[in-house]
């Protein structure tokens, strides 16, 4: 038992879904709560939504990337990722 290394998880994986996780709460709060009146802030926090996903991404790879990390966390960022910017152009061409 002396001579196997237990990995890590990636810190940057963490990073990739802790930020997704955010995002999809930011989400949740933007269509409970914003009417199509209201543009002032709303309209920031829905701009701020949109590249989160992005920020997300780019830490997921980078996660992948290291070595001698485990590899789960920064899988999961990356498809929450992929499904959360695959549901924004969903939702914009919508709208």
């Not at 002396?2 to 995002?23: P, Q, R, Y």
């Not at 992005?54 to 990390?69: E, S, Y």
């Not at 960022?77 to 910017?85: A, K, N, P």
């Amino acid at each position: 038992m002396e001579g196997i290394a237990i990995k890590k998880h990636s810190e940057l994986g963490i990073v990739s879904v802790c930020i997704n996780a955010f995002d999809i709460l930011l989400w949740v709060f933007l269509f409970a709560f914003v009417r199509e009146e209201s543009y002032s802030i709303f309209d920031n926090l829905f701009y701020l939504s949109m590249g989160l996903p992005i920020v997300a991404l780019i830490f997921g790879i980078w996660g992948l990337t290291q070595k001698d990390r485990r590899k789960i966390f920064p899988i999961i960022g990356i498809v929450l990722s992929i499904l959360e910017l695959s549901s924004i152009f969903y939702l914009w061409h919508w709208y």
